[in-house]
Nanobody
């Protein structure tokens, strides 16, 4: 079994900052990509930022320069630092991990339950 647990999030005023983090635990051989997705009301879940096991990062264009993703491979943890937040960043943020479990021959996607981020004055 693999568990993905997010923490952080909350309510912040426009222009403020917020951090979210995610720990992946359980029977894990390796984790390839770790990332953050978000789902805004009425919209589909969309990628926000991804970091590979080698540290390569990518961001959706609307968050570039404001969000920073990082990971701690020793602790199977991924972080998302969000600055200069805007009302349109309001969403449920989900952690995703591509996990290879012992005995498997390919990665499987695992998801957290999501944390709410609300940007409002």
């Amino acid at each position: 079994q693999v568990q993905v647990v997010e923490s952080g999030g909350g309510l912040v005023q426009p222009g403020g900052s917020l951090n979210v983090s995610c720990v992946v635990s359980g029977r894990i051989s390796s984790i390839t990509n770790m990332g953050w997705f978000r789902q805004r009301p009425g919209l589909e879940r969309a990628s926000v930022a991804v970091v590979t096991d080698s540290g390569r990062v990518s961001y959706r264009s609307s968050v570039k320069g404001r969000f920073t993703i990082s990971r701690d491979n020793a602790k199977n943890t991924v972080f998302l630092q969000m600055t200069n937040l805007k009302p349109e960043d309001t969403a449920i943020y989900f952690c995703n991990a591509e996990v290879l479990v012992p005995g498997a021959d390919r990665d499987v996607d695992y998801w957290g339950q999501g944390v709410q981020v609300t940007v409002s004055s």
